[in-house]
């Protein structure tokens, strides 16, 4: 029941998620990206962070109908030309 709930909920609300990610249930949204240092320098986060970030970034920005970036600097890394 909680699924059909959710899986309504996510058709009809617009979801902001404020940190990368939108919850898997979602079916798009605006996501919010502050730094890429995650996958720019892996060496530097530990592994379950490396892992959580490979789950889920991708499959949210491949969802997202808006994404918001903070800063111009993380904008050219994010939007290669």
Do not use: C, K
């Given at each position: 029941?909680r699924?059909?709930?959710?899986?309504r909920?996510?058709?009809?609300?617009?979801?902001?998620?404020?940190?990368?990610?939108?919850?898997?249930?979602?079916?798009?949204?605006?996501?919010?990206?502050?730094?890429?240092?995650?996958?720019?320098?892996?060496?530097?986060?530990?592994?379950?962070?490396?892992?959580?970030?490979?789950?889920?970034?991708?499959?949210?920005?491949?969802?997202?109908?808006?994404?918001?970036?903070?800063?111009?600097?993380?904008?050219?890394?994010?939007?290669?030309?």
């Amino acid at each position: 029941m909680r699924d059909l709930a959710q899986s309504r909920f996510g058709r009809t609300h617009l979801f902001h998620g404020p940190n990368y990610f939108l919850p898997d249930w979602a079916e798009g949204g605006v996501v919010m990206v502050h730094d890429q240092s995650v996958l720019r320098y892996p060496d530097m986060h530990p592994a379950d962070r490396r892992a959580h970030f490979e789950r889920r970034f991708a499959r949210s920005l491949a969802i997202a109908g808006h994404i918001v970036i903070d800063s111009e600097t993380v904008r050219r890394e994010a939007l290669p030309r």
